[in-house]
């Protein structure tokens, strides 16, 4: 099983470009999430998903945007990328009102913006 | 709101020594703790969790963690560490489906 799959792995953009970093899971998980990890802050909350069709702020999402396309995608948008998003990317997911289960991560996407 | 402190940025241990990396929690009721472990250039791997009953829950690669509700507290330890630990460990606390993640310490086995 592939787990949670994100693409692409590694990105430059320029400061003002947009992207859409994927993610995929094939877990059946309802939940999703978007982290981003910055050395000595840990993993911080950007958006998540409890089920299909909702999405919610988490704690970092100035500058992003989110689409829940259907119970496998999870897809987080930059419309004008700065250089304060440069970061490590994380997507995750969960079974929805579990809390005795953790998360399963994808390998995560490297993003710099210059 | 939950909280998940990791006191050390790194920690180093000579292989074959044990090894403890700390990790404090504030949370309302009762918590559901995780420990995750990060390899180079990969995403989050799941360690162990303690949910409820025994204190000390085992986990992979032959790590532990002693849960203590009086000190608010959730340390992993493991007997012998070995070169391969060297990683970057996560604390998190699951309380009401959302993980809080502490800012990760940075283990170090040297031979």
């Known amino acids: 099983n592939a787990g949670v799959t994100q693409t692409p792995k590694f990105q430059v953009l320029k400061t003002g470009q947009s992207m859409t970093l994927q993610c995929a899971q094939d877990?059946?998980?309802?939940?999703m999430y978007w982290y981003r990890q910055d050395p000595g802050m840990g993993l911080r909350l950007i958006y998540y998903s409890a089920s299909e069709g909702t999405t919610d702020k988490g704690e970092v999402p100035n500058g992003y945007n989110v689409s829940r396309l259907n119970k496998r995608e999870f897809s987080l948008r930059l419309e004008s990328a700065a250089p304060s998003q440069t970061s490590v990317y994380f997507c995750?997911?969960?079974?929805?009102?579990?809390?005795?289960?953790?998360?399963?991560f994808g390998s995560g996407t490297r993003l710099t913006v210059v | 709101a939950q909280s998940v402190a990791q006191p050390e940025d790194q920690v180093n241990v000579a292989e074959g020594n044990p090894l403890t990396v700390k990790c404090t929690y504030s949370v309302s009721g009762n918590p559901y703790l995780f420990w995750y472990v990060q390899y180079p250039n990969r995403g989050l791997q799941f360690l162990l969790k303690?949910?409820?009953?025994?204190?000390l829950v085992k986990g992979s690669y032959g790590f532990e963690a002693e849960f203590n509700k009086s000190q608010t507290s959730f340390h992993l330890k493991k007997p012998s560490a070995l070169v391969s630990d060297s990683a970057l460990y996560f604390c998190?606390?699951?309380?009401?489906?959302?993980?809080?993640f502490g800012g990760g310490t940075r283990l170090m086995v040297k031979p």
């Open positions: 303690y949910i409820t009953g025994d204190n």
């Open positions: 877990m059946n998980h309802n939940s």
């Open positions: 995750a997911s969960s079974e929805a009102g579990q809390r005795n289960y953790g998360y399963t």
């Open positions: 998190a606390v699951n309380y009401g489906n959302m993980l809080t």
